[in-house]
């Protein structure tokens, strides 16, 4: 069946990095957008990053540009979220998920857009 595995997440100081894993399998991991997503408590769900197939297109949500990066390898079938310059408004719980076959641009930002989600994983920032 559809896994997805995060790892990478824990406690860390404002202004450090943490560099987020997930493991995908039970799909043709390079046919499909990836994407990751983030809650904070009494929050909802929001998309943080998407990735192409190729990795020839990314998308951010505008708080995270220029401290994250999102890339994959389609051999390790492994997304990666590459966390820098992290503020006490970054900590939630982050979920990858599988995407849309198609790139589309705007679709990306949108929930509904993934069909299969990892179990998450935590990350803390303290100020």
């Known amino acids: 069946q559809v896994q997805l595995v995060e790892s990478g997440g824990g406690l860390v100081q404002a202004g450090g990095s943490l560099r987020l894993s997930c493991a995908a399998s039970g799909r043709t991991f390079s046919n499909y957008v990836m994407g990751w997503f983030r809650q904070a408590p009494g929050k909802e769900r929001e998309f943080v990053a998407a990735?192409?197939?190729?990795?020839?297109?990314?998308l951010y949500i505008d708080s995270v540009k220029g401290r994250f990066t999102i890339s994959r390898d389609n051999v390790k079938n492994t997304v990666y979220l590459q966390m820098t310059s992290l503020k006490p408004e970054d900590t939630a719980v982050y979920y990858c998920?599988?995407?849309?076959?198609?790139?589309?641009?705007?679709?990306?930002?949108?929930?509904?857009?993934?069909?299969?989600w990892g179990q998450g994983t935590q990350v803390t920032v303290s100020s």
């Open positions: 998920a599988f995407g849309p076959r198609i790139w589309m641009e705007g679709r990306q930002k949108e929930k509904t857009a993934y069909d299969a």
């Open positions: 990735i192409s197939r190729s990795s020839t297109s990314t």
